[in-house]
């Protein structure tokens, strides 16, 4: 022992022990302190002795006041690494200073500041047996260096249970590399195998682990292509030279959504699941598992033996278990418990008995499954039945333990030592970051259960299903719950995997479950699930899976932001056939019998669909499609690889091409409708017969995925293709002599978009960089250059080091301006002089993923995250039309060459075809929130002012137009209705009040009697007089004929 514990912090300990007694939970506590020496075994057998569990606290700290300074800076550490850091807060003030050199928790590196960063990071911790691999850990802390001045990427490779995981996290135990070069802190995330939804998820969980100030407290990225933006703008300006870490990569397209020019370490089995990404890369190879010597150390450390008293059958169990930590950590944990078996288990693993049905990779199962095998049948009978219990779980999912205090219907104490048991034998892992302990299972093992009891899961399911109803029969899970959020995301999945589909109808045609759901996680994930169980949904009832659907598609911008909206009133404007519509009227109707208030919609039924036709030709999203010049094809491109090209009158389908290796991006056709061009993330650029699907063209000179391709416009004999790509650069192929004539150089980032003038002199490119660049189409000069970022930073509400990403440019018809999109704005340039024009908030809560000129007009679509796309007038900076139906995100929107069209492709793996006019025509007048109402004779008669400064009366029931005015100038502010409709007023900006008589139709009286904007007006009960008040601060009272006046002044 060494000097006694400083008088302060002594004071400190005895100032909170009530506090620490009352909470902490004294096992995992001592696992640390024992581990970094500061606690005897003996010490620990003191604790456990005692009854309850504050006495237990109580006696741990009475010992920890009998050491040294090491032993409260141990303690220290554990609460933190625990998620006690309200209770590690009290004690912060009290921490003794200690020189690092003589530091017990700074041996090895792993410093209190290192346990502190990898705790709030989520970072694993070391295995219940773990062995040091530093020729390993230090190649991968070399490749970890290199991206201590750039963005980059490492990637640890190896097969399956060969320790990846554990090497990346033990690496980062590392206090210099920390300090270094990632002093912006390390994020973990476990991605493993995963659908669009189930990303969408760890990029929204990871977004709020990131965004604890709620920087974003308005709503979570309603798809990944806008979280992709977020986590960007949060690794670069809330985290600058943070290390993120994505742990399991099965895929190399999950990658797309975090490749924003981070550093990035992940740990994959595929070596080229990182080739598509942009930046530097850096590889580490762990083909070959654990060496055979440290295979024996890992069994020496489970029996308590020196590796050279390990009997000659450890070699033979060694070369069995084929290098993977996995197995030799299951074999050690049974000779533990059997020391006298190692004939007996190396026998085992030799006859391999258990045989797959189905292997998910190349992988040699048979050495982990053997081990996993006799390890499940040295379980007690119970024990056996728990385990076969966690069959259920999903892939890289934590779960806490309150989960399996349902499952087992016990309490938390009794739940946790069982999970302890499993952890103890290397059967489950667990993950104890905060006070809640979380269990999971590698993806290996839980393949190894799935497989071993195929023919019980659905009982498994249904188990999980019923005790969980059976816990909340009389209420739901609640937000401050531990198992709430496991619930809600899984739920869903278990009835659908026990064949519960009564329950699970009910449970998804539940508005009170949407509420609830869609509240905590936003509305993307119950989407994902009425796609997902369709099937299942429409046995039920096809039309009600459809009502909940397009009610969550279409209220999605709505239903992710904060403050929350009422859903029972979004519910209330759905059509009166909807059941979305019943359940809310029936829930309003309770809820007003108690005081709470609704309105209902009276004429939601005049509202109409106005697209064309819709067209569903592809299996997955639809990235993007295009008209052919004559208007008659579409062709179509998306995430199933393949290229459609089907009748723009009909949708019939005239030709389908398996294009590419990966998604097709783009598509294009040529001027003359002879060839459609693709480009992919396969890094190919093709070009195909547009009638006979015949490939023409092969160009594969991009070193990374090609965003976007265009043909030339004027010369159809030409054969001009221009492509962008992530590799930085815009290249012009020909076509004829198929080769690459230029390449242009200049961008500094990924290239998103690229577009010919429409005289085909000048090409145009955007770029991540935050850069719109203009060239010349023939020399490839770089003729400007406009730096985007520039018009952010002008702006109150951006920073100087802002990042934004330029996603789109198109040219106005006439070659005189372009209009790129970035975040939430248009900006539009003028193309000689450079100066921006005009700059266009389009939206507040959602970004811009698209945007396109119409030819021969003044209006911009712009394709939004929140599902619709918008049509904005230029010249007037005001929106004309508002399109919605698509039931995801809109990828793309495109005009036909006249303009008379406009397609928006989606996520929802529909292309929605439109006619520009009557868009614009439906929405061509908009109805200004200055309005009158009176409501006579049960009608609802609306006076309202419109966009084309007229007073509208309108029949509220029916939408019909009884009456408006002519144009008025200036602007109208205000306007009202006499209560026997016989008469309207208006008062605009310039201090005008004018009356009209609605049975003539003609204006009775105009009189400028205020000297500024007339801000309200009101007739009395008898339509004789008039009142009006104004920003000069009078009031005005007027006989409606006769125009006597009374003038009353107010001062503020």
Same mark, same amino acid.
């Given at each position: 022992m060494g000097i006694k514990m400083d008088l302060n912090a002594r004071s400190y300990l005895l100032q909170n022990c009530k506090s620490l007694e009352r909470d902490i939970k004294t096992s995992y506590i001592m696992d640390h302190m024992i581990a970094d020496e500061a606690l005897t075994l003996q010490d620990e057998e003191t604790v456990k002795a005692q009854t309850t569990q504050r006495e237990r606290a109580a006696m741990l700290l009475k010992i920890i006041l009998t050491k040294d300074n090491y032993a409260y800076i141990s303690f220290y550490n554990a609460l933190l690494h625990e998620g006690y850091k309200d209770l590690a807060a009290l004690l912060q003030d009290g921490i003794p200073i200690i020189s690092p050199q003589n530091g017990k928790n700074s041996t090895d590196g792993v410093t209190s500041y290192v346990k502190t960063v990898l705790c709030e990071g989520g970072v694993p911790q070391r295995p219940v047996v773990f062995v040091t691999r530093p020729e390993l850990t230090k190649t991968i802390q070399q490749k970890l260096y290199r991206l201590k001045n750039d963005s980059g990427w490492v990637i640890v490779y190896g097969m399956a249970g060969c320790g990846k995981s554990v090497l990346a996290a033990e690496a980062l135990r590392d206090h210099s590399l920390l300090k270094d070069c990632f002093p912006g802190g390390v994020h973990w995330v476990s991605v493993g195998k995963q659908d669009k939804s189930g990303l969408l998820m760890k990029l929204q969980n990871l977004c709020m682990r990131l965004d604890q100030d709620f920087t974003f407290l308005q709503r979570p990225p309603l798809n990944t292509e806008e979280a992709k933006d977020r986590l960007r703008w949060l690794m670069l300006r809330k985290y600058p030279r943070s290390l993120l870490v994505l742990d399991d990569i099965w895929d190399s397209w999950v990658l797309k959504a975090f490749d924003s020019h981070c550093r990035i370490l992940i740990t994959s089995r595929d070596r080229s699941v990182a080739d598509s990404v942009s930046g530097n890369r850096y590889e580490v190879p762990l083909e070959s598992g654990l060496s055979h010597d440290k295979a024996l150390e890992i069994l020496s450390l489970f029996v308590n033996m020196e590796i050279m008293e390990l009997p000659e059958k450890a070699n033979s169990i060694v070369r069995e278990c084929k290098g993977s930590p996995l197995v030799v950590s299951l074999i050690g944990a049974l000779l533990r418990d059997f020391p006298n078996r190692w004939d007996y288990y190396h026998k085992q693993l030799q006859n391999k008995q258990f045989k797959r049905i189905r292997k998910s990779s190349s992988y040699d199962y048979e050495a982990l499954d053997e081990a996993m095998s006799i390890s499940v049948e040295m379980l007690r009978k119970d024990l056996k039945d728990y385990y076969a219990d966690l069959s259920v779980l999903q892939k890289d999912v934590q779960v806490p333990s309150k989960v399996f205090c349902i499952l087992w219907d016990m309490e938390t104490e009794e739940a946790e030592d069982i999970l302890q048991e499993f952890v103890n034998k290397s059967l489950l892992f667990c993950d104890r970051n905060g006070k809640s302990f979380r269990y999971y299972l590698h993806d290996l093992q839980l393949d190894f259960l799935t497989e071993k009891n195929r023919s019980q899961l659905q009982e498994l399911h249904k188990k999980a299903v019923h005790q969980y109803k059976r816990h909340y029969k009389y209420s739901v899970p609640t937000p401050s719950q531990e198992d709430c959020m496991y619930w809600y995301n899984f739920l869903a999945y278990h009835m659908a995997s026990a064949d519960m589909h009564e329950e699970l109808c009910a449970l998804l045609f539940s508005l009170d479950w949407i509420k609830t759901k869609t509240e905590l996680v936003g509305p993307a994930h119950l989407i994902h699930e009425y796609v997902e169980y369709s099937r299942i949904l429409d046995q039920k009832d096809a039309i009600v899976r459809e009502n909940f659907q397009e009610f969550l598609s279409l209220n999605g911008h709505l239903l992710g932001r904060q403050p929350f909206p009422d859903v029972v009133q979004l519910g209330l404007c759905q059509p009166e056939n909807s059941e979305v519509y019943r359940q809310a009227k029936l829930q309003a109707q309770q809820e007003c019998a108690t005081g709470s208030f609704y309105v209902e919609w009276m004429n939601k039924q005049s509202m109409k669909n106005i697209y064309r036709l819709v067209v569903r030709p592809h299996t997955d999203a639809v990235y993007h499609a295009c008209f052919?010049?004559?208007?008659?094809?579409?062709?179509?491109?998306?995430?199933?690889?393949?290229?459609?090209?089907?009748?723009?009158?009909?949708?019939?389908?005239?030709?389908?091409?398996?294009?590419?290796?990966?998604?097709?991006?783009? =598509?294009? $056709? %040529?001027? &003359? +409708? *002879?060839? /459609?061009?693709? #480009? @992919?993330? !396969?890094?190919?650029?093709?070009?195909?017969?547009?009638?006979?699907?015949?490939?023409?063209?092969?160009?594969?000179?991009?070193?990374?995925?090609?965003?976007?391709?265009?043909?030339?416009?004027?010369?159809?004999?030409?054969?001009?293709?221009?492509?962008?790509?992530?590799?930085?650069?815009?290249?012009?192929?020909?076509?004829?002599?198929?080769?690459?004539?230029?390449?242009?150089?200049?961008?500094?980032?990924?290239?998103?978009? =690229?577009? $010919? %003038?429409? &005289? +085909? *002199?000048? /090409?145009?490119? #955007? @770029?991540? !960089?935050?850069?719109?660049?203009?060239?010349?189409?023939?020399?490839?000069?770089?003729?400007?250059?406009?730096?985007?970022?520039?018009?952010?930073?002008?702006?109150?509400?951006?920073?100087?080091?802002?990042?934004?990403?330029?996603?789109?440019?198109?040219?106005?018809?006439?070659?005189?301006?372009?209009?790129?999109?970035?975040?939430?704005?248009?900006?539009?340039?003028?193309?000689?002089?450079?100066?921006?024009?005009?700059?266009?908030?389009?939206?507040?809560?959602?970004?811009?993923?698209?945007?396109?000129?119409?030819?021969?007009?003044?209006?911009?679509?712009?394709?939004?995250?929140?599902?619709?796309?918008?049509?904005?007038?230029?010249?007037?900076?005001?929106?004309?039309?508002?399109?919605?139906?698509?039931?995801?995100?809109?990828?793309?929107?495109?005009?036909?060459?006249?303009?008379?069209?406009?397609?928006?492709?989606?996520?929802?793996?529909?292309?929605?075809?439109?006619?520009?006019?009557?868009?614009?025509?439906?929405?061509?007048?908009?109805?200004?929130?200055?309005?009158?109402?009176?409501?006579?004779?049960?009608?609802?008669?609306?006076?309202?002012?419109?966009?084309?400064?007229?007073?509208?009366?309108?029949?509220?029931?029916?939408?019909?137009?009884?009456?408006?005015?002519?144009?008025?100038?200036?602007?109208?502010?205000?306007?009202?209705?006499?209560?026997?409709?016989?008469?309207?007023?208006?008062?605009?900006?310039?201090?005008?009040?004018?009356?009209?008589?609605?049975?003539?139709?003609?204006?009775?009286?105009?009189?400028?009697?205020?000297?500024?904007?007339?801000?309200?007006?009101?007739?009395?009960?008898?339509?004789?007089?008039?009142?009006?008040?104004?920003?000069?601060?009078?009031?005005?009272?007027?006989?409606?004929?006769?125009?006597?006046?009374?003038?009353?002044?107010?001062?503020?």
């Open positions: 052919s010049q004559d208007k008659q094809r579409i062709a179509s491109c998306g995430s199933d690889k393949t290229l459609q090209i089907f009748k723009a009158e009909s949708g019939e389908k005239l030709l389908e091409v398996k294009a590419h290796d990966d998604e097709v991006l783009c =598509c294009a $056709f %040529s001027a &003359d +409708d *002879k060839f /459609v061009a693709t #480009c @992919s993330v !396969d890094k190919k650029v093709k070009v195909w017969n547009s009638r006979t699907g015949q490939l023409v063209n092969l160009f594969d000179e991009h070193a990374e995925q090609v965003n976007c391709c265009q043909f030339n416009h004027m010369n159809p004999r030409l054969y001009l293709l221009a492509t962008c790509s992530n590799d930085t650069t815009i290249k012009l192929w020909d076509l004829k002599k198929n080769y690459c004539r230029n390449t242009m150089f200049g961008h500094i980032n990924s290239v998103t978009h =690229c577009r $010919f %003038s429409p &005289d +085909d *002199k000048y /090409v145009a490119s #955007c @770029s991540t !960089d935050g850069t719109l660049k203009i060239w010349d189409a023939r020399s490839a000069n770089e003729l400007k250059t406009i730096d985007v970022r520039d018009c952010f930073r002008n702006s109150d509400e951006y920073r100087d080091d802002v990042e934004v990403l330029v996603k789109c440019c198109c040219w106005s018809s006439d070659g005189a301006t372009v209009v790129v999109a970035a975040k939430n704005k248009l900006f539009l340039f003028d193309v000689k002089t450079s100066d921006l024009l005009a700059e266009i908030l389009i939206s507040c809560h959602s970004t811009i993923q698209y945007c396109d000129f119409c030819p021969n007009s003044q209006m911009v679509a712009v394709a939004l995250s929140h599902y619709s796309v918008e049509i904005w007038d230029i010249e007037t900076y005001s929106k004309t039309a508002d399109c919605r139906g698509h039931m995801s995100w809109v990828h793309s929107v495109t005009f036909s060459v006249d303009g008379s069209l406009f397609l928006t492709s989606s996520d929802d793996q529909t292309i929605r075809i439109w006619e520009t006019n009557k868009v614009c025509k439906s929405s061509a007048v908009v109805l200004k929130r200055e309005i009158d109402v009176l409501f006579p004779r049960n009608e609802a008669i609306i006076l309202a002012i419109d966009s084309l400064k007229r007073l509208q009366l309108i029949n509220g029931c029916t939408g019909q137009t009884l009456y408006h005015t002519e144009a008025q100038e200036p602007f109208i502010c205000c306007c009202c209705l006499s209560e026997d409709l016989q008469t309207a007023a208006l008062g605009d900006e310039d201090g005008t009040v004018k009356v009209f008589s609605l049975t003539s139709g003609k204006m009775v009286k105009s009189r400028t009697g205020h000297r500024k904007a007339v801000q309200h007006c009101q007739f009395t009960s008898d339509g004789q007089t008039l009142l009006s008040s104004s920003d000069d601060s009078t009031i005005q009272v007027q006989n409606c004929f006769e125009w006597l006046l009374v003038m009353m002044q107010f001062f503020s």
